[in-house]
């Protein structure tokens, strides 16, 4: 990719993030995409097929990064720090991550809630089968526990975009994940 090209991929994502927080995805056309990135349709085109494209390319970008946070946080067993990094980087980008929050349908794609859910539920279940080596723990499914999980952080992540850090919402947070990896490890 030259640089003129992942340039101009820049600003059609940023004109879209900019669209989304005032207009419905639904009503959002390639039209409105095009004028505030300031291309023609034919240059969009190039980019991306359609504004579904364009809005899994960004949901897709935005899971990668949280995937790097939360590899590193399911490795700990304190993660009042990992937490505060996460919620100050979520921060930076809390319109845009919020705007794509409120995309819920989207054709035949996942929204990014869902596959926030769904990263966070696959790394939860591969760490405790990893750690643990067993499918079902104490006559409890590890899947049931992942969805939990997956359910938990993703609820402390619209919180914190919503509401900012609270040190005291993470240090429970802390808390209940050492209960459940004691209880899980425990015989």
């Given at each position: ?7 101009t991929?820049q600003e ?9 927080g ?19 349709r ?12 364009l809005?899994?390319?960004?949901n897709?970008a ?5 995937k790097?946070?939360i590899?590193?946080?399911l ?6 720090n990992?937490?505060?990094r996460?919620t100050?980087?979520?921060?930076q ?25 769904e ?17 079902v723990?104490?006559g409890i499914?590890?899947s ?5 999980y997956?359910?938990n ?8 975009l919503?509401?900012?850090?609270n ?17 899980l490890?425990?015989?």
């Amino acid at each position: 990719m030259t640089d003129k090209f992942e340039i101009t991929n820049q600003e059609i994502q940023q004109a879209f993030l900019m669209l989304i927080g005032s207009t419905k995805f639904s009503k959002l056309t390639i039209n409105q995409i095009c004028s505030a990135a300031n291309i023609s349709r034919i240059t969009f085109y190039r980019h991306y097929a359609d504004k579904f494209d364009l809005l899994e390319t960004i949901n897709n970008a935005k899971i990668v990064i949280l995937k790097n946070y939360i590899q590193c946080r399911l490795d700990e067993q304190d993660i009042s720090n990992t937490l505060l990094r996460m919620t100050k980087f979520l921060k930076q980008d809390a319109a845009n991550i919020e705007s794509l929050f409120k995309i819920t349908k989207i054709g035949n794609q996942n929204s990014l809630e869902h596959k926030i859910k769904e990263l966070l539920y696959d790394e939860f279940s591969n760490f405790m089968f990893k750690e643990l080596q067993a499918n079902v723990i104490k006559g409890i499914p590890v899947s049931y526990f992942a969805e939990l999980y997956a359910a938990n952080a993703t609820i402390f992540i619209k919180y914190s975009l919503e509401s900012g850090t609270n040190p005291q919402l993470i240090t429970s947070l802390n808390k209940i994940q050492k209960f459940v990896f004691d209880f899980l490890k425990s015989k």
